[in-house]
């Protein structure tokens, strides 16, 4: 009787997001609690930005409701209405406009109309839930400019060195040796004398893509300088592949990991450079929702009976950073082979 050979066994289909969390860095990043509570602290803040208009809902006959062209504030909340979309994923400025309860200086204490209490008339609530959108909004752009920026410059400063190296080096060591805070300062105040009426966040996204993306080069060409001698560079060189696709393909996605830590710290550090901008008068118009000005509403009012206008947002401020230095720190030394 003839015995049929048994089938090889078929390999297991790996998944890639299964190799991902299994990874050594993941892992190690998963047992770290500080790391996870400043995920989940993050992931709060995120969730709070997008259900804003649920958390605050725009109150009747404000420009809010009249631009997203809603009868009453009850169509926000309605996930069948057109109204629910608009306003989470395309709100007109308007609904970015804090909610003023009087015009009264004098700061009114937590109410059912403003659940943390007024600020020179301004809901608190209202700026600080609206302010967590602005402040994602502007944080998501500002880094993803400046780390593409960062890492195009970089790539190309490491890969082909020489004098295209030295010149980029010499033009990032001009960069460095200029104060970034004032050097940031001097760029909006330009940007917007030289163009009244502007929206007031362009100047802010161009002045720190301006001054942040160096910072992000420096990282990448270090990394990049150790990937290119690496044996699987010269084995696609050897079989004609082209200088860009080298650097796309090959040099970029192992030069990553340091960067994208540092963009992730910048993430919740970016948000308070804002702030002072807002607290020095330079950043968004009086009334528009973000955290700094509710901090510059609150300079004349520090006394106890008055620590609201100064306690809230100052524990959305810290909570935020906290929250993103928490994380980035663990990422960095996840990714970190010295401590593998």
């Known amino acids: 009787m003839t015995t049929v050979p048994a089938a090889p066994p078929v390999p297991e289909k790996r998944s890639t997001v299964r190799d991902f969390l299994s990874s050594r860095p993941i892992q190690k990043l998963r047992r770290n609690k500080l790391a996870m509570l400043g995920l989940l602290v993050a992931t709060l803040f995120l969730l709070v930005g997008f259900f804003a208009p649920l958390i605050a809902r725009p109150s009747a006959g404000s420009n809010c409701v009249r631009d997203l062209g809603a009868s009453s504030p009850q169509e926000i909340a309605n996930p069948l209405s057109g109204v629910f979309w608009k306003a989470h994923f395309a709100a007109p400025d308007s609904c970015y406009s804090i909610e003023r309860e009087s015009f009264s ?67 990032i060591d001009v960069l460095f040796a200029l104060p970034g805070l004032v050097l940031t300062i001097i760029l909006i105040t330009f940007l917007k004398a030289s163009n009244p009426g502007i929206d007031p966040s362009l100047p802010i996204i161009l002045a720190y893509t301006v001054t942040g993306w160096a910072s992000y080069a420096r990282i990448v060409r270090g990394d990049v300088l150790r990937t290119r001698q690496l044996e699987y560079v010269d084995a696609a060189r050897s079989l004609g592949a082209r200088d860009w696709r080298l650097i796309r393909r090959h040099i970029i996605p192992n030069s990553l990991a340091s960067v994208l830590t540092l963009a992730v710290l910048d993430l919740g550090t970016i948000p308070l450079s804002i702030a002072a901008l807002s607290f020095l008068g330079l950043g968004f118009p009086t009334g528009y929702a973000e955290w700094g000005q509710l901090v510059d509403f609150a300079r004349a009012w520090l006394q106890p009976q008055y620590w609201y206008v100064m306690v809230y947002p100052a524990a959305f401020i810290i909570l935020f950073s906290l929250a993103f230095n928490l994380f980035g720190d663990a990422l960095r030394d996840a990714y970190d082979p010295k401590t593998r």
């Open 105 to 171: 200086p004098t700061p009114t204490p937590p109410s059912e109309e403003a659940r943390f209490g007024t600020s020179q008339g301004y809901d608190i609530f209202y700026g600080l839930i609206w302010g967590t959108r602005t402040m994602f909004k502007l944080s998501f752009i500002i880094v993803g400019i400046t780390l593409v920026v960062g890492v195009i410059v970089g790539a190309i400063s490491g890969y082909y060195g020489g004098w295209i190296d030295n010149l980029i080096q010499r033009f």
